[in-house]
């Protein structure tokens, strides 16, 4: 049976790159399938987090599920950290991913930059621990933002590699889903690096939970190119903060970017980015205001967590401990 699941790291406050990417899109598959939604604070320790602030950004991570529609009777909704089985496949999956793999991720390049002798281990490690979360679940559809697409390609070489090497089909072969207008949110900044929650500069991207001014100014001081907007997307080409802006702009308007090129030809940045900032507010307002005022309640939030735990041990805990007979673990 098609069952869906995918996470996200509260490694900071959420942008409009993992709404975009993620979030809206994960809401969008509930109810068709099996949806598992995670906020993975295991990934999010291969960077240091100062522990109170990990905390709250893991309430402010499910807080924004909750807020763009993610219904927790429906979907389940954990924190990775309450469900042991995450660590303990991943550990299995240590052992059958080859270092050369991990060597080619470039996720872990970008992140590690010059300095890959001081990074933790667990950063090295992550895609493995990735594979682990989706495989726990015997997930068949994982959607993601386009620079996930790599890992979860790894999750396959790795549900490939243990069903070879142990003679069974018992892992499925994960699809990625990486579809719609804004499968990568770009830097407002930098045309050619993505939107990170992480990244060095506040102004570099859209927070969830920006107020109107703030959205506003961040438009405004975008980076564009001169010209104004062309007759077609071909007009576009080369020009990677146009394109970015243009395809925001479809993505939260449920539209396309060849639409948004024929409502707005030949616009200006001056007419063109006061709209795209008030469409976001109109979409991004009423989310962060239910984000305000569930994270009034953090009991409430660490309930839903809790239940979303125990719901998905139950799924896990039986494809582990085939997982632990598969490979030969005694056990009583
Ligand atoms: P970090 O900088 O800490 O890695 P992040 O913003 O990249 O944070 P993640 O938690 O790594 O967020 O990713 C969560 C989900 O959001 C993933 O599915 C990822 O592909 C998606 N995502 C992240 N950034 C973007 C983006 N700029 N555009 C589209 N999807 C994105
Ligand atoms: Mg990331």
């Given amino acids: 049976t098609p069952r869906v699941f995918s996470g996200i790291k509260p490694s900071g406050g959420l942008t409009l790159g993992n709404y975009l990417g993620a979030i809206k899109r994960f809401v969008g598959m ?24 990990l905390a709250n950004a893991t309430r402010e991570v499910a807080a924004g599920y909750l807020a763009a529609g993610l219904d927790p009777t429906q979907s389940i909704l954990f924190n990775q950290s309450q469900v042991a089985g995450h660590a303990e496949l991943g550990w299995v999956f240590n052992c ?21 002798e001081k990074v933790s281990l667990g950063l090295y490690a992550y895609p493995s621990l990735m594979a682990a979360d989706i495989l726990l679940y015997h997930a068949t559809h994982v959607p993601v933002g386009e620079d996930q697409k790599q890992h979860v390609e790894l999750t396959r070489d790795i549900a490939a590699k243990f069903n070879h090497d142990f003679g069974t089909a018992f892992f499925p072969i994960t ?27 506040d102004m570099e991207r859209i927070n969830m939970t920006d107020d109107a001014d703030t959205i506003a100014k961040k438009f405004k001081k975008a ?47 001056g007419r063109f980015k006061p709209a795209l900032a008030d469409l976001a507010v109109a979409k991004l307002a009423p989310i962060s205001q239910e984000m305000s005022r569930l994270m009034n309640d953090p009991a409430e939030i660490d309930r839903i967590l809790a239940q979303g735990a125990a719901r998905a041990r139950q799924i896990a805990e039986p494809i582990l401990k085939q997982t632990y007979d598969i490979v030969g673990f005694l056990r009583s």
């Fill in 223 to 269: 980076k564009t190119d001169p010209a104004a907007l062309p007759d077609t997307l071909d007009g576009l080409a080369g020009r990677p903060e146009a394109r970015n802006l243009v395809d925001i702009y479809a993505a939260l308007d449920d539209s396309t970017p060849e639409a948004v090129i024929a409502a707005y030809q030949g616009a200006g940045w």
């Fill in 96 to 116: 059958v991913a080859r270092v050369g793999w991990m060597n080619r991720m470039t996720q872990f390049k970008d992140k590690a930059g010059t300095n890959a």
């Fill in 30 to 53: 509930q109810g068709e399938m099996e949806t598992i939604y995670c906020v993975v604070d295991l990934h999010a320790i291969t960077v240091w987090q100062d522990p109170a602030e």
């Fill in 175 to 201: 699809e990625p889903v990486i579809d719609g207008p804004a499968t990568r949110v770009m830097n407002l900044r930098d045309g050619t690096r993505k939107m990170s929650k992480s990244g060095e500069s």
